[in-house]
């Protein structure tokens, strides 16, 4: 199969965030879906390598912030390339909490929702998570980020390097070595070896 033709499908990117003892976490995801309006219910995918995925796991709740266009890399980087295990990724953010006392992203993002999840389902490497739409606010008028723009437009180009390895074609990652282990993971990005090409 040619997975190439996999890319074709059309993502929105998200920050999805939760609260657990007192303590804030978020990450991207690009798997969120309105399934039903009545009732009204939305579905996530999210991997289960992310902090995020665990606490949600635990306690039930969300909020899921829709990005914009107007989403700087900065967002990206906050949310997508370090773990929240690592590093507290509200650490200098004055952002709002809904009425369940999760904050939401209002820079950059045309709306969010508060969800409380219903069903799970494993899915191997993720868990979709079904979820009832409790509250939510439009914030802008802007057009959705889709995973198309934020490539074509936000995120940086990589660097020309004289590096020998594999490289992510994700992230840019690059993973100095002659062979890719089969069972490889991207530490940035979390993809497998079937989105690195041999540089």
């Not at 978020?26 to 995918?45: E, K, L, M, Y």
């Not at 509200?90 to 045309?110: K, M, N, S, W």
Request: some cysteine.
């Amino acid at each position: 199969m040619d997975k190439a033709a996999m890319r074709d499908f059309s993502y929105g990117l998200f920050v999805l965030t939760a609260r657990e003892d007192g303590r804030d976490n978020g990450c991207i995801i690009n798997t969120a879906i309105q399934a039903t309006t009545d009732p009204n219910r939305v579905i996530i995918a999210v991997n289960k390598q992310n902090l995020t995925h665990d606490m949600i796991l635990r306690t039930r709740a969300f909020n899921l912030s829709l990005l914009s266009e107007q989403a700087g890399f900065p967002l990206f980087q906050r949310f997508g390339f370090q773990s929240g295990r690592d590093a507290d990724k509200f650490e200098g953010l004055d952002t709002p909490r809904t009425a369940t006392g999760i904050r939401y992203i209002p820079q950059g993002t045309t709306a969010w929702l508060s969800c409380w999840v219903e069903q799970t389902v494993d899915l191997g490497t993720h868990t979709l998570f079904i979820a009832a739409v409790t509250d939510g606010e439009k914030l802008s008028k802007e057009p959705p980020m889709t995973y198309a723009y934020y490539h074509a437009h936000v995120k940086p180009r990589p660097q020309k390097t004289e590096k020998h390895g594999w490289r992510c074609k994700v992230c840019g990652y690059i993973h100095e070595s002659e062979t890719l282990p089969d069972d490889f993971v991207c530490p940035i990005c979390k993809h497998g070896p079937d989105d690195f090409e041999k540089i």
